[in-house]
């Protein structure tokens, strides 16, 4: 029976790290990558061409960055700097995210934690990498953000957000008006949040404390499935791609604090 492979497409300004992923990815009966990209418009263009299921993408690239090649992937960019026209049609190429293909990014960066890893978060991406990283934890990687989940660990979730807040990261920078979403307090909040149930908010403050499914089971008293259960609601519900944008709504929902 044929697997349906991961398409995978890899973007780094430098030759030898391109070929190096390429080489292990391509190694793998249910992936393969379909492109190679120099920089970040490139990235983009590639991404309209094939549909590729997940993008490993270098932060700092001549031209357009990662974190901006990242936003026009995931639908949170306008993709102003890119050249949409095709060749010899005279038409536009329509956005990534209006393919009806979800496209997962994944950062490859040099440091753990740079203040670039975080506005790539922002920007839609499902997570993160060391360039460095091992192989299995590469291959890992991308099978799980293919299945819709994000890739850094429970115990880094919360690091991830401290050190955005120590960054100068200003919660929901989303347009509001003067009164809509606004509590007793008077701090905004979204909408969302009152479509949540009690133990959903129970849970997701869990979530944003960076505690996984099963510690999260054992401290609430239920059972892994139904904390599964409530997380597949909670990102339903709140709109997020996957549980680092689900840490960035409790954060900016007052939910839970540094």
Known sequence: MNQERIRVIIADDQDLVRAGFSMVINS??????????RDGAEAVRLSR????????????????????????????GDGSRVGRTSPGSGTEDPPCAGTGHSTRVIILTTFDLDEYVMSAINAGASGFLLKDTETETLLTSIRTVDQGNAIIAPSATKRLIEKMLEDGYTPHSGERSSDQGKGASGTY????????????????VEIAHGLSNQEIADKL????????????????KIH?????????????????TP
Do not use: C, W
């Open 28 to 37: 793998q009966h249910d992936m393969t990558v379909v492109g190679q990209a």
């Open 49 to 76: 061409q094939f549909h590729p299921d997940v993008v490993l993408m270098d932060v700092r690239m001549p031209g357009m960055d990662g974190i901006e090649a990242t936003g026009i992937i995931t639908g949170s």
């Open 189 to 204: 909040t979204d909408p969302e949040l009152n479509d949540l149930t009690e133990r959903e908010r129970e849970v997701l």
């Open 221 to 236: 008293f239920i059972s892994l499935p139904t904390v599964k259960t409530h997380v597949a609601h909670i990102l339903a």
């Open 240 to 256: 997020a791609r996957d549980r680092v944008q689900a840490v960035v709504f409790a954060y900016d929902n007052a939910l839970v």
